[in-house]
């Protein structure tokens, strides 16, 4: 069964620094493309970042570049996103997501089947 697991998200002030952690289960992540998308309250999902396995390819949002770095563990199966310097405007429920994909990764939810619950992330002022 494939499964991916996010944990990590937290309560922190403006200025601040969190890692997401995404446990990938039941596949390889070197096989796939995985990203990190975001969606908060009465807004549409968004990429945040991907990483390929097959290319090590990154992309980040607009938004997030410069302040995020998306990274991977192979030996545990983990991708990991490095948050700082966070802003209110990052207050989201942050999920990660696998699509098996032959290039470059993508930041377009719609090209990811495999989802994960979410994890929440609240940035105060």
């Known amino acids: 069964e494939v499964r991916l697991v996010e944990s990590g998200g937290d309560f922190v002030q403006a200025g601040g620094s969190l890692r997401l952690s995404c446990a990938a289960s039941?596949?390889?992540?070197?096989?796939?493309?995985l990203g990190w998308f975001r969606q908060a309250l009465g807004k549409e999902r968004e990429g945040v970042s991907c990483?390929?396995?097959?290319?090590?390819?990154?992309k980040y949002g607009d938004s997030v570049k410069g302040r995020f770095t998306v990274f991977k563990d192979n030996a545990e199966n983990k991708l990991f996103l490095h948050m700082t310097d966070l802003k209110p405007e990052d207050t989201a429920v942050y999920y990660c997501?696998?699509?098996?994909?032959?290039?470059?990764?993508?930041?377009?939810?719609?090209?990811?089947?495999?989802w994960g619950l979410g994890t929440l992330v609240t940035v105060s002022s």
């Open positions: 997501a696998a699509a098996f994909v032959s290039g470059s990764c993508s930041l377009s939810p719609d090209r990811y089947p495999v």
């Open positions: 039941g596949f390889t992540s070197r096989d796939l493309s």
């Open positions: 990483l390929s396995g097959v290319n090590g390819d990154s």
